[in-house]
């Protein structure tokens, strides 16, 4: 076990251990999500010991393994969960509803209907509302319990605009309108906790200003707020802490964060709460895959892998880039001497966005390689489909040693069993506030 705050403030790619790596794929066969926990608990000490005064929650959605919850709960972690489903999880990895934050984003009806039975069991959950809608949906099915508002601070950060969320006004209830929403929840009889935003991932040490600015409008809020409903529990700045994807890119300077944080926060009579994802579990994270094809192109060899965007959507859907090594060419005596040459490292879903990368230097790849993606830990295996009829991925964990099966590969008929089990009417998936069934065997089961 490494000491608070003293690991790396990254782990490269460059750095995992091929020989360890190599016969997983073997074992597990590829593509291969492999999860290293140790990895997970040293990033998670890091934000502790540089936010000791705050709460943090971790955003599941990054990445909903249960071995990952569990060991973030351990740890002392919160979860943030961004549905019903991800609530599910949490408390199966036993976490306390104390511990729990739901976040509702234009949530179904199905979500509501499950948080408000989970919260007679749990009545020390926190529903995250993002519109007044929400608040009422909330109050037509009974509920007043803890309560904190996502407010749009009007303001973005982040690596791409899919997810400058603080600008995008699909997220919140516009700040200047916080002060009344929350004296009319509190006349109403809801538990006024907190307020939230989450303006986006990728907190970076060049949104240094952005940050401070969007911090110190959620403390004058929070204060305006403390005062007219008579105190508040928490302020909660959201996540997006960043991580370097590119091998040069600096590593985010969480003090320094920190500092900002505190400083532009001013004097609070409420706890801090952070909640990042990405920088718990990226670069935890790799993901092993074969080369299948090789064939020289006009200015570039296209290296063909069996991941694709169905396994990792982030290249093709926020031009990322990830890291990528040639696991094979690392270890073997064959392989150190083979030249480095432009390489594109193609996946096999029939869409031309399904590349890793474009004529990068890579050693030369040969039929039977295994490469490594990195920093692949977060919004990997959450992000996956079946577009192509392609069954999703299988992970394992590495837990000081022991390695893990954690879920296994989807087979075909994984994939085709809800077509095969269809029923003649559909509408037992189709709830709506109005039409709500009595049925629960639904999706939502407890
Ligand atoms: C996605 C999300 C986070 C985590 O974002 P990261 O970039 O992974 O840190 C935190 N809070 C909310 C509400 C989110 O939707």
Known sequence: ??????????????????????????????????????????????????????????????????????????????????????????LAAGAPGSEIHYTAVNP??????????????????????????????????????????????GIGAGHHEKVETGAAAKFGVPAERAVDVLVDAADRGFDVVGIHAHVG????????????????????????????????????IGGGFGVPYREDETPLDLESVADATRDALGELDATVTIEPGRYVVADAGVLLTTV???????????????????TLLRPAMYDA??????????VSERGSSRERTPQTVAGPICESGDVFCTARELPRSERGDLLA?????????EMATQYNTRPRPASVVLDDG?????????????????????????????KTDHDRATDTDNEYDR
């Open 1 to 90: 076990m490494t000491d608070v705050g003293e690991s790396p403030p990254v782990r490269r790619l460059s750095e995992w251990d091929a020989a360890e790596l190599r016969p997983l794929a073997g074992e597990y066969g590829t593509p291969l999500y492999v999860l290293d926990l140790e990895r997970v608990r040293q990033n998670y000490r890091r934000l502790e010991a540089a936010f000791p005064d705050a709460d943090v929650l971790y955003a599941v959605k990054a990445n909903a393994l249960g071995d990952v919850l569990s060991t973030l709960h351990e740890a002392g972690a919160g979860l943030e969960c961004a549905s019903a489903g991800e609530v599910q999880r949490a």
């Open 201 to 236: 991932s990728g907190v970076s040490s060049k949104q240094r200003d952005a940050h401070r600015e969007f911090v110190a409008r959620m403390g004058d809020l929070a204060r305006d707020v403390a005062g007219a409903v008579g105190g508040l529990k928490f302020v909660d």
């Open 373 to 381: 993606i990195g920093n692949a830990g977060a919004y990997g295996y």
């Open 292 to 310: 299948n094809t090789v064939k020289d192109a006009r200015e570039t060899t296209v290296a063909g892998v069996d991941a694709g965007l169905t």
């Open 108 to 153: 179904p009806a199905g979500d509501l209907d499950w948080i408000v039975d989970a919260w007679a069991d749990h009545p020390d959950l926190t529903v995250t509302a993002g519109s007044t809608d929400t608040i009422d949906r909330l109050a037509d099915r009974g509920y007043d319990g803890r309560l904190c508002l996502r407010v749009n601070p």
């Open 402 to 430: 022991d390695v893990r099966p954690a879920r296994r590969r989807e087979t075909i008929a994984d994939v085709l069993r809800p077509e095969r089990e269809a029923l003649p009417s559909a509408s037992a998936d189709r």
């Open 321 to 330: 880039y990830h890291p990528i090594r040639n696991l094979t060419a690392d």
